[in-house]
């Protein structure tokens, strides 16, 4: 136990201070950046497996940094849903890696590359460190860690649009780390600590909460702004479509998760009574109209990448759909969800980035016929595609089966309407690009070589797997099932 | 009653309002500039309600002094001072893509 | 609270105003210098003087003089 | 419409806030839970236990020095960023020149000024555990004299003076030097960043190194900041 029980920090603070490192061993070789933060990431993910497995023996912990007990100092906690967000985080951001090599080279100026690489690290890093927190302040520091590194790597191509989205997203993000701030500030007020799980157990023994209702609201809006949920989805589309592709993966793929599981640490871990309250209601409409509009923007839309961006608003609404329904289905299919969307968005981007790589296509009617072309690549994607989709023997269909049979349990048959007709709509435009790259004649018969073996392998590895989830849930319901059932246990 | 309520957490209520004139700036100033102002005025105000939670009546600075007893709050001031430091970079972070942002139009335009 | 507070908070509020509706950038500017002062008054009246140096030297210097370079930087006059 | 509707969403947010503040434990009351809960403790423990008289300094250095830790990779995240997305100043470039040259009285009295200013960020940054202060107040007053400098004596001489390769080894100076005091007590047994296993002396200089470093951190990264959007270039 000793050594799992150090390891969770460690992956929090390896990329970061390796990241610090780089900087400062840039300027004596260029060429050590690479190598040195694929290595980091390899060593996270293989303690991220450990850190799982340890947790699934011994069961959740929590580790006082500095050693300091609660309420004076700081606390993590690690049980089964973070373990499993952990291993999702470190597992796609390696990949991330791997695929970023060509891609930089080709669209980064040289002298950008590095800092890529090293906002990327502190990008998953702060991620990491988000999760595990167990500390209010704590996970605001590290929220501004993770969005001061999105913002610039939105903004890191450098040109008008980038910029413009990258702005656009700042004033959002900013505004979501204030409203953090301020409903921290709320609870502190009436609750006197910082400390998760001591808030939770004051909660549960108070009567007067309204302070504390105004504070969860504010705590939830920030993150429902980061997950880009329906009404505050705006920044999306432009931040993600415009990102370099390996960038778009990590923000379409984890950052939007990561989003939802702050949620998730909102209702269940900070205020576990604030489900009971009116507006969580209002959040759950919300979500679910969310699913629809998401997939009608991304029906009309015609560049892939926003394409792709659009269909996360809808996706990251299952989600998050989920998550407001307390239940342990609905849990348990917004941790596939999750899962779902991390590996096939993921890989979706980064097939979209194969294409700019080789030909510098970004709109739809550009790629007609690119199927032919390039069939391995675009094989892989297809299977992505399908997942997103929710066809059945993928991930996404076990997670919306998941989601349905819960609001069916429920009676909620309004959301079940909703789930079906955005589970539809997304079938429809993933028949409407794979109908585009497979089945029209391609413009001109210029040869498009595959895409180089480092993209491959990422956007193969990644399909497969939810290939492989889909095939066999169970694998993925050896951590989420007992993690959401700590989960439910904390709600009473 | 509310008036007294008013008056005794008037730094409450100021945040408020100052918190409120930045949101108007963020969200309806088109001027990039501005909406930067805007944002460090939310800043400002959420630090002052912060601080107004530590204070603490006839409370001294938290700076131990023999004899003395009645000490504010030390936590939210820490906690003020490293979201300050964190504001300083964002604002940095936000006025160096607007000013990019603001060249690049202008070749665009030229 | 004493009345010097009661004072410093209604010129932080007119301050903020003036702020976010005067159309010059440069004023603007020059009144957030000012807003940030009162500030640092008003949280050294409140019991946090190390708070009211750092805000001092952030917000009245370092902010406004990075504020007053991205001004002249984005208005039209200085871009030959 | 968009205008109608943010305007609406204000007032509604406005009146809410307002609502709850009235809600809230009336201000400077020593009953309220944020005087109860935690803070009885850092008053009377926190100046033993951390050799802080500074209660503030103590909780940043060493309650929650995770934090402080986070709060600088946050201020190197920026300046990566800033070079991410600008590009190292280039000095070759032929920055532009002063529009008006400054008198000499002025030159002189700064060449003056500017040793005491840098001895006051020096006492501003080591008191912090003992005065008003800390290290990041020290900081931020070096980074203004060291703007000042580059204002005065225009920026070809400021970046000579501190070219970028030597002020990268301070920008993270402070990060590097939180991950060695983690890893020191890791091995040592206690958990990431437990200051209090190496005894009180030890202890003491442990904190003094951490308010210099983010002293240098802070200042360098903030005047490095300036810098780069001081010279916005146009390819």
């Not at chain 1, 432009?238 to 592709?245: E, L, W």
């Not at chain 1, 990251?316 to 342990?328: E, N, P, Q, R």
């Not at chain 3, 903020?16 to 807003?35: E, G, H, K, Q, T």
């Not at chain 4, 009377?44 to 709060?71: F, Q």
Request: aromatic share 12%; glycine share 8%.
């Amino acid at each position: 136990m000793s050594i799992v029980y150090h390891l969770p920090i460690l992956i929090t603070v390896a990329p970061l201070a390796v990241a610090v490192l780089l900087s400062i061993l840039l300027n004596l070789n260029r060429r050590v950046v690479y190598p040195l933060s694929l290595l980091t990431m390899f060593f996270c993910f293989v303690s991220a497996i450990f850190v799982a497995l340890g947790v699934l023996k011994g069961g959740a912990f929590v580790y006082y940094m500095s050693n300091w007990p609660p309420p004076w100092g700081i606390e993590l906690l690690i049980d089964n849903i973070t373990a499993f967000i952990l291993l999702l985080i470190t597992f796609v951001g390696f990949f991330v890696f791997i695929f970023s090599k060509p891609y930089v080279k080709k669209e980064l100026e040289k002298e950008k590359a590095p800092f890529y690489y090293i906002l990327t690290l502190l990008l998953l890093g702060s991620m990491t460190g988000f999760v595990i927190s167990g500390d209010i302040f704590n996970m605001f520091i590290f929220f501004e860690i993770l969005s001061l590194s999105s913002y610039s790597l939105v903004a890191i191509a450098g040109d008008k649009e980038a910029l413009r989205a990258g702005f656009k997203y700042l004033v959002m993000g900013v505004i979501s780390s204030l409203f953090v701030l301020l409903g921290l500030g709320f609870i502190y007020s009436v609750t006197g600590t910082l400390n998760v799980s001591q808030i939770a157990s004051w909660v549960r023994s108070s009567s007067d909460l309204t302070v504390v209702y105004t504070g969860a609201l504010f705590l939830i809006v920030a993150f429902v702004i980061e997950a880009a949920l329906f009404p505050m989805h705006i920044w999306l589309p432009q931040a993600h479509g415009k990102a370099p592709a390996p960038v778009s993966a990590v923000l379409s793929g984890l950052v939007i998760g990561v989003g939802v599981v702050g949620i998730i640490k909102v209702i269940y871990y900070i205020l576990p009574i604030v489900y009971s309250a009116e507006f969580i209601i209002l959040f759950r409409v919300l979500a679910t109209i969310g699913i629809v509009f998401g997939a009608i923007f991304a029906l009309f839309e015609s560049d892939l990448k926003v394409l792709l961006a659009q269909s996360s608003i809808s996706q990251i609404g299952f989600a998050a759909i989920g998550v407001f329904l307390f239940s342990y289905l609905g849990l348990a299919g917004s941790m596939l969800q999750i899962l779902n969307h991390a590996l096939a968005k993921s890989a979706l981007f980064f097939g979209a980035g194969a294409i700019i790589y080789r030909t510098g296509f970004r709109k739809l009617d550009e790629m007609r016929g690119i199927g032919k072309k390039m069939p391995i690549t675009m094989g892989f994607f297809a299977i992505s595609l399908a997942s997103i989709a929710g066809i059945p023997m993928t991930c996404g269909f076990a997670s919306k089966y998941y989601l349905c049979f819960a609001a069916i349990r429920q009676g909620l048959w309004g959301m079940v309407g909703a789930i079906l007709l955005g589970s539809f709509l997304s079938i429809l435009y993933c028949i409407r690009i794979i109908n585009c790259i497979f089945f029209e004649e391609p413009e001109s018969e210029a040869e498009v070589l595959e895409a180089p073996l480092e993209m491959l392998i990422p956007l193969g590895v990644l399909s497969l797997f939810s290939l492989l989830f889909g095939l066999f849930p169970k694998m993925a319901f050896v951590l989420i099932e007992p993690g959401v059932k700590e989960l439910l246990v904390l709600l009473r | 009653m509310m008036i007294t309520r008013v008056f005794s957490n008037l730094i409450y209520v100021a945040s408020m309002i100052l918190f409120l004139i930045g949101f108007y700036a963020v969200a309806l100033r088109p001027n990039l500039i501005k909406k930067i102002i805007g944002i460090n005025i939310m800043e400002t105000s959420i630090f002052l309600f912060l601080i107004g939670i530590g204070n603490r009546k006839g409370g001294a600075a938290p700076l131990i002094v023999d004899g003395v007893k009645n000490y504010v709050n030390p936590l939210p001031q820490a906690v003020v001072l490293m979201a300050l430091v964190v504001g300083v970079g964002t604002t940095a972070l936000a006025l160096i893509l607007a000013v990019k942002l603001f060249e690049r139009e202008e070749e665009e335009q030229l | 609270m004493t009345s010097l507070t009661v004072l410093l908070v209604l010129a932080l509020i007119t301050l903020a105003i003036i702020i976010v509706s005067s159309r010059d950038m440069l004023a603007a500017v020059i009144f957030f210098s000012a807003y940030g002062l009162v500030m640092a008054l008003v949280w050294q009246q409140l019991g946090a003087p190390m708070l009211a140096l750092a805000e001092i030297v952030i917000e009245s210097g370092i902010i406004s003089v990075l504020f007053v370079v991205a001004v002249f930087r984005t208005s039209k006059d200085d871009a030959e | 419409m968009r205008k109608l509707g943010s305007f609406l969403f204000l007032t509604l947010i406005g009146l809410f806030l307002l609502l709850t503040v009235l809600e809230m434990p009336i201000m400077g009351d020593p009953a309220n839970p944020s005087n109860t809960v935690t803070t009885p403790r850092y008053i009377s423990e926190g100046a033993r236990e951390t050799n802080c008289k500074n209660l503030v300094s103590a909780i940043m250095l060493n309650y929650r020095s995770y934090d402080t830790m986070g709060e600088m990779v946050a201020i190197f995240t920026v300046l990566a960023a800033a070079l991410a997305i600008l590009g190292r100043e280039k000095a070759k470039r032929g920055l532009s020149p002063l529009k008006v040259e400054p008198s000499p009285l002025i030159k002189i009295t700064m060449v003056i000024y500017i040793p005491f200013f840098i001895v006051f960020a020096c006492y501003v940054a080591i008191n912090g555990c003992y005065s008003v202060g800390g290290g990041f107040q020290g900081g931020v007053i070096l980074a203004s004299v060291i703007i000042i400098f580059a204002l005065i004596f225009g920026f070809d001489e400021a970046v000579k003076k501190f070219p970028a390769s030597k002020r990268v080894f301070f920008e993270g100076l402070a990060v590097l030097y939180f991950m060695l005091l983690g890893l020191m007590s890791l091995f040592v047994g206690g958990n990431f960043l437990n200051l209090n296993l190496f005894g009180s002396p030890v202890r003491k200089l442990f904190t003094l190194g951490l308010e210099i470093g983010i002293g240098l951190t802070s200042g360098i990264t903030i005047a490095s900041l300036f810098y780069i959007l001081k010279k916005v270039e146009r390819e």
